[in-house]
Structures are given as structure tokens and as C-alpha cells.
């Protein structure tokens, strides 16, 4: 019989995604090259997990892979092969063929072929290398064990037992098994027992029990009280702890794998609570009797309050902390500097701070241009260093914290910083008007202007032309702000300031003839009522507001969304001034009306992507209104299109 194990299958590839982050963090932080047992230890833990659920499942080539790489590092742990620059290349470049194999798996896709060739060729080279002389000590010689295992479910236990005999077989020589009602195996091994344990964790559940001890002690203690000595008689009320599923972590009182689909389903429940909640408070404000009827008035508070709590700890469920990401700059870093021929050390804080998936998710490329914009144009050369009375490596570090309810993130580099000159003529050949006596923040701005580089030659890191005028549209994309400071001589600084979440939006409802419109509070800068003297119309038609000593573009939203009944003096009407990407705009409205903390729904999803709308909501009275997509108000000229 074969298991089927397709429901355990997206587990699996998830748990394989989590120990190449493991083995890759280890691998860069530089500890386990000082010979860290602990460190080493870990990396071919991971490693052989890997292989042994591979196996299970039928992915050939990944266990092939990962069993190359656990090997290596059996060397490296036994003392007969240094964990050198070139060790560490052939482990990443595994890695990285691990997760196109994985990717492939996760679609039902096939493996193209030879994907994990050339990494299975890189480490086989350190097997063939002769082994280190020998530092003292003896080799461990092999261990027999006997082993008892016992499915608690009867109808999963002949397939169960069929499935574990392959991964125990490949772990050495089984002198003895029987696959009865309990799966009873002798075993003649050299891998360590916590090894052992992790094939059997993979598939079991919360009921089933395991009995492991060694020959050679037979000491009772050796089953850690899992078993009383007979496979019959498991102690089902025993206080001893379950050590199968302790080293798991799945503790059903700890965690629990959800998907993704079904939080954002029960996020869109309790939006649609919050609503509710919304469209009843009003209700019971307008209702004639609401200043009497303490009791519905109380009753009403309590939900508002108890609706609250219920979308905060919702909202968390999808908050992961951002290591998810920063996580992977050590090697972005380590191999940008070694094609650039550069030294650079990178200092990462605040990797527990929490913000929603979705952002985390698409933050990483504008993080990944920085980063390595940071190491190619920031930080010099180790001679220039010198010459510059700096130490040979250059610093490069990666902040994240919570401020004011957003997060920010800060890139910091001690390198040569932006020079003011060379941006300024930069600007004036591309036809950028700029003074020479600008202020350093509008100089530094240049750099996000489309086509704008600096670099004197093209390579494959930077100096395209392009690359920062698209990291700050992807970031005000999310709602965020980009801003940067440098010193010259001493670095630079790029702080990204973000939204802990897209599902949430503190907005302002405006007015628009008898629609209602939702400007978020993120993008509002001020509202005044113009006079003539501050509006004015180009020589192209277009119309300008004149604020903070700069003239910005007014967007009559009557005009481009084509409602009738709205005012069409500014004079008579609001305008709303807009920031997004360091530029700005002026809203026309007929009034405002309130702030308010909205859910965001798609437009997209039930209709299709209509422009200047960035998703809609239902506000207090139960009416739809739509969400302004700031972003495309600032940057392009709707109204002449409309």
C-alpha cells in the first residue's frame, strides 16, 4: 500500500522553504565557519529533514540534492573539510536550486530537467576531497537501535508503516523489522538519534507514540516514558511529555498552519462586521430616542468595542515579522561585494517587527534595489576607504521599527554619500531645472527622476538609467513615503515609511454633487478654500492651485469622474491638497464630511481596474464609496483624458 500524503504536501514544501532560510542564515552569519558545533549541527538538521521528507513524498532529485549537501556537512562536522568561501558558494547555489525545485512542486509543475545538476556536481567536489588529518579522538562507530513506532489511527497505519520503511531503510542498515501492528525496526546507524526522530515526526499525529533507544545501554530512560517497554500497553495518560511532537513545535495549544485564502476570508467577514457595526451606530445616533434609551445606546458601545478588539487580533494573524524578508539580504550583500570587490558589513535590528504579509511581500524589490544601489554607488572600494581615512569595510545596515502606527525602514551606508554637484549637472543635461543654491532635500530628490543615474559605466547591478523612480512609485504604491539624506563624505540614509496594513484605511469622506469619495488620510496634506488669486489656468488648459510657494495641479474630480451636480467655482467648493511620491496635487470637492477607519474592498475583483479608483468601502450610512487612488492623480492628468 502507499500513503497518500497530497494534504500534507503544501506543508511540506512550506517546511522546506523555512529550512533553506535556516541554512542560509546560518551559513552568512559567520559562526558556524568558526567551527560552531551548534551551528553546523543545525545546517545538517535542516539539511537531512529536507531529504528525509523528499523521500517520503517521491521528490528524487530534491533529496538528491540535499543529500549531497548533508553530507558535506557531515564532513565539516567530523573534522575533514573546512567550511570555506567555496563551501559556502556551492551550499547557496543548492539553495537556490532547492527552491526552483520546490517552486515547480508547489504549482504540480514539472522539474525541468537537470535543475539541481551543477549543484550536485559543486558538492560532490568536497566529497571527493581526501579528509583533514584527524585532530585527536575516534570516529564514531555505529549505533543499533530498536526502534517501536505506533499509528494511533488504524485505518492510515499498513500505509503509514509502508512509507516510514523507505526513509529508515536509507538511514543506515536495518538488521531486523516487522510491520504489524506496531512498526518495529532494528538498525545498525552512525546518524545521531535527534535525526532519527525527525522521520518519524514528519508524519505523525497528535496520538501517535515512539520508542527509540540504543542496544548497547538498553536503558529504560532511553524511550523518554513514551513507552512502558511493550508496544501493547502505551500509557495514554502518562505526564511525560511527547518528545516526537515537542521537537515538532505543533503543540495543538501553540500553533497552527492556516492558509492564506482563509484569513483573508475571515478578514473580509469581520469587515463586513465593522460595517455593520458602522451602519448601526449611525443608526442609533439619528434614531429620535437614543438620548433616552441608555440600554441600546450601552449595548450599541459594548459591540463597537468588542468589534474593535475582534478586527485587531484578526488584522495580527496576517502580521509576520519582517526577518520573513531581511533575512535574505546577508547574501544579496555578500554577493554584490564580492563582484564589486568590495568589503561590506551588514548590521540588521528590528527583524521581530510585524507588519501585514501583502506589504512584506512587495517591498522586497524596492528593498533589493536599495540595497544593492547602496554597495555599487555608496559604499567605496577598500583602497578609496583607506585613502579617505576609513576603515577598509564599509557598513551597511538595515533598520526596521515601529513609529506612530507605521513602519519605517531605514538603509544606511558610511559610504561617500550624494555629491550636490554632480546631481545638478546630471539634472541640467537632462533638461531638469534645478538652482544651484536648491535646497539639499530637493537636490537629493533628483535621483528618483525617471532615466536619472549617475554611474559612470552600465553593469549588471546599477547604472542603467533606471531603478529609483520605479522603487518610489512601488512604495507609494502601498502608501508609503521614500525619503533620503546624505552627508557627503559619511553615507547616506533612505527611509521608507509604510502602512502596517492594506486592509485598513483611515479616510477622509469629501463630497462630490450628491457621490461620496474617500481620500486617505495618509495622502492629505491640507484643505483650503481658494481665492482667485491662487487659481489660475496654463497656456496647455490645465488649471493650478497656488500652495506653499509652488504651483500645483488642480484636479476638478467632478470633471473626470462626470458628475453633473457638483460645484464647478472653486471659489464655492474645497480643495483637498494630495501628496504621493514627493509630488502633489489639488483636489476640487464640494465639502468634506468626516475621518473615519474604513475596510478596503476591491474594485477589481467584482468589476475591473477603473482609473484614479483605488478600491471602495461602505461608509457609516451604508452607502458604497470610492476609494481615490492618490497615486495616479499626482503623477498623470485624468482630467485632460476625461
Not at 485505518?155 to 508503516?161: I, L, M, N, V
Not at 550583500?333 to 512584506?360: F, H, M
Amino acid at each position: 500500500m502507499s500513503l497518500d500524503l497530497e494534504r500534507f504536501r503544501a506543508g511540506f514544501l512550506d517546511e522546506v522553504e523555512e529550512h533553506i532560510e535556516t541554512i542560509e542564515h546560518l551559513l552568512l552569519s559567520g559562526d558556524a565557519r568558526t567551527s560552531n558545533r551548534e551551528q553546523l549541527d543545525a545546517i545538517f538538521r535542516a539539511a537531512h529533514s529536507i531529504k528525509g521528507g523528499a523521500g517520503t513524498f517521491g521528490f528524487t532529485e530534491l533529496a538528491t540534492v540535499t543529500h549531497r549537501l548533508e553530507s558535506v556537512f557531515d564532513r565539516i562536522r567530523n573534522g575533514e573539510l573546512v567550511l570555506g568561501d567555496e563551501v559556502v558558494d556551492a551550499a547557496l547555489h543548492a539553495l537556490d536550486s532547492v527552491r526552483a525545485i520546490v517552486a515547480a512542486h508547489r504549482v504540480g509543475a514539472p522539474v525541468s530537467e537537470g535543475t539541481g545538476a551543477q549543484a550536485i556536481a559543486e558538492l560532490q567536489r568536497f566529497l571527493e576531497i581526501p579528509a583533514l588529518p584527524a585532530r585527536g579522538g575516534s570516529t564514531t562507530s555505529p549505533t543499533v537501535y530498536d526502534i517501536a513506532f505506533t499509528c494511533a489511527d488504524e485505518g492510515k497505519r499498513a500505509s503509514t508503516y509502508d512509507a516510514l520503511l523507505g526513509a529508515v531503510a536509507s538511514s543506515g542498515e536495518m538488521l531486523s523489522f516487522d510491520l504489524s501492528d506496531v512498526f518495529r525496526v532494528t538498525l545498525r546507524t552512525s546518524k545521531p538519534e535527534a535525526e532519527l526522530r525527525e522521520i518519524f515526526a514528519f508524519v505523525a499525529g497528535e496520538d501517535d507514540r515512539l520508542e527509540l533507544h540504543e542496544q548497547r545501554r538498553d536503558s529504560a530512560t532511553e524511550s523518554f516514558g513514551l513507552f512502558d517497554g511493550t508496544a501493547q500497553n502505551v500509557n495514554r495518560s502518562s505526564s511525560q511529555p511527547n518528545i516526537l511532537h515537542e521537537r515538532k513545535g505543533v503543540h495543538k495549544d501553540e500553533s497552527i498552519r492556516v492558509s492564506l485564502a482563509k484569513v483573508d476570508q475571515l478578514i473580509n467577514l469581520v469587515g463586513e462586521i465593522v460595517t455593520a457595526e458602522n451602519i448601526l451606530a449611525a443608526a442609533i445616533r439619528r434614531s429620535a430616542d437614543h438620548l433616552t434609551n441608555t440600554a441600546l445606546a450601552d449595548a450599541a458601545e459594548k459591540v463597537a468595542r468588542h468589534t474593535r478588539d475582534l478586527r485587531q487580533i484578526v488584522m495580527s494573524i496576517r502580521m509576520v515579522p519582517i526577518s520573513f524578508i531581511l533575512g535574505r539580504f546577508p547574501r544579496v550583500v555578500r554577493e554584490t561585494a564580492t563582484k564589486l570587490g568590495k568589503q561590506v558589513e551588514l548590521r540588521l535590528s528590528g527583524e521581530e517587527t510585524e507588519l501585514d504579509k501583502t506589504i512584506v511581500e512587495r517591498i522586497v524589490d524596492p528593498l533589493t534595489h536599495l540595497v544593492r544601489n547602496a554597495v555599487d554607488h555608496g559604499i567605496e572600494p577598500p583602497e578609496e576607504r583607506i585613502a579617505a581615512g576609513k576603515p577598509a569595510q564599509g557598513r551597511l545596515e538595515l533598520i526596521a521599527s515601529h513609529r506612530s502606527g507605521n513602519i519605517v525602514i531605514e538603509v544606511i551606508d558610511d559610504g561617500r554619500g550624494l555629491d550636490r554637484r554632480k546631481l545638478i549637472a546630471k539634472a541640467r543635461r537632462n533638461g531638469i531645472e534645478i538652482a544651484d543654491d536648491a535646497p539639499d532635500k530637493e537636490v537629493w530628490d533628483l535621483i528618483f527622476a525617471p532615466g536619472f543615474s549617475t554611474a559612470s559605466q552600465v553593469t549588471e547591478i546599477s547604472g542603467r538609467g533606471v531603478g529609483m523612480d520605479v522603487v518610489r512609485r512601488n512604495v507609494a504604491e502601498l502608501g508609503g513615503t521614500i525619503t533620503i539624506d546624505s552627508e557627503p563624505g559619511a553615507g547616506m540614509r533612505v527611509t521608507i515609511n509604510l502602512p502596517l496594513t492594506l486592509a485598513i484605511l483611515d479616510g477622509l469622506t469629501v463630497l462630490v454633487g450628491r457621490s461620496t469619495f474617500v481620500v486617505p488620510i495618509a495622502n492629505v496634506v491640507s484643505s483650503l478654500q481658494p481665492t482667485p488669486e491662487i487659481v489660475k489656468r496654463l497656456p496647455d488648459g490645465n488649471e493650478a492651485v497656488y500652495f506653499h510657494d509652488a504651483w500645483i495641479p488642480l484636479r476638478r474630480l467632478h470633471r473626470i469622474f462626470r458628475i453633473a451636480d457638483a460645484l464647478g467655482d472653486p471659489q464655492q467648493g474645497i480643495v483637498v491638497v494630495v501628496e504621493s511620491g514627493g509630488r502633489r496635487a489639488a483636489l476640487l470637492v464640494d465639502a468634506l464630511e468626516a475621518q473615519q477607519q474604513l475596510v478596503i474592498k476591491s474594485i477589481e475583483t467584482n468589476f475591473r481596474k477603473t482609473p484614479g479608483i483605488a478600491g471602495a468601502t461602505v461608509i457609516d450610512n451604508g452607502a458604497i464609496a470610492l476609494i481615490i487612488d492618490v497615486l495616479t492623480f499626482v503623477h498623470s492628468d485624468l482630467e485632460t483624458a476625461a
